[in-house]
């Protein structure tokens, strides 16, 4: 199987690489795995059109039929929302899903390694994966963060997910020198919530600031990805106390139910939704479209 059959980015993605137009990457886990129906359907649609709104292209990953996809048409992205028979996948499960035929939704580690091979260098998305709590006796460590590590692709987020334990998975990122850079914060956000009580290691005061550090490491050869923390807007955001009540009685219900794996996430993100009485729901869908707007500030940014 050769590269070529292994790949299908759409014409509008063929040609702004090759005029050099800006192109944002954007995940489809949030839409198979992370948001109800039509919610999803509704969002995905939303980034791409802000993304636009710059002039910027959207390239939203996936698998369909084994084909590696970059860009989707809005049927891809109707089936993406609606197909219960699609796999999450990070980057062990790629080269399975593609030689199977199968359809996957890709992560932050997947959508990272599609966009690199594609030459797409930012990529806009909720939150990244972490070391999850309890991680010291289960080892449940997201692929996203070794990804970060070898990857050199730009995310934009709003820190890694608050459902993981946040000191961890920042100690972790210090340890394979991945930079994480606060879009105009001191302080790494948590997703939902503005605040962690942790430092950024350093600060972008706005996408020009930004766009130079990118060039920055890019001439450096240093080689890796770089996050761009980027807060929740305040109108949105929710309390640390708060929420940190609502994740743990999420977690208890997980363990209760001995939620494991590749479906803990999922599940307590669901949970989170539902104890909240919907609140974190809005909040995911603001924060992802803000990202969105930064990302699409930042790639216009990096073709000056």
Known sequence: MNEEKLFAFKDEIKEALATGKPIVALESTLISHGFPYPENLEVAGEIEEIIRGYGVVPATIAIIGGKIKAGLTSSELEFMATSKDILKTSRR??????????????????????????????????????????????????????????????????????????????????????????????????????????????????????????????????????????????????????????????????????????????????????LTGGKSLKANIELVKNNARVAAKIACELIK
């Open 93 to 274: 499960d790629l080269a399975v899903i593609a030689a199977k035929g199968l359809n996957g939704a890709t992560t932050v580690a997947a959508t990272m390694i599609v966009a690199e091979r594609a030459g797409i260098k930012i990529f806009a998305t909720g939150g990244i994966g972490g070391v999850h709590r309890g991680a010291e006796k289960t080892f449940d460590i997201s692929a996203d963060l070794q990804e970060l590590a070898r990857t050199p692709v730009v995310v934009v987020c709003s820190g890694a997910k608050a459902i993981l334990d946040l000191p961890l998975t920042k100690e972790y990122l210090e340890t394979m020198g991945v930079p994480v850079i606060g879009f105009g914060s001191e302080e790494l956000p948590a997703f939902y919530c503005r605040e962690s009580g942790l430092k950024v290691d350093y600060v972008a005061k706005d996408e020009v600031e930004a766009a130079k550090i990118i060039r920055a490491m890019e001439d450096l050869k240093l080689g890796g990805g770089i996050i761009i923390a980027n807060p929740i807007p305040e109108e949105y955001a929710i309390s640390m106390e708060y929420m940190n009540e609502k994740i743990e009685e999420a977690v208890r219900a997980a363990e209760k139910e001995g939620i494991k794996g590749k479906k803990l996430t999922p599940y307590l993100l669901n949970k989170i939704k539902e």
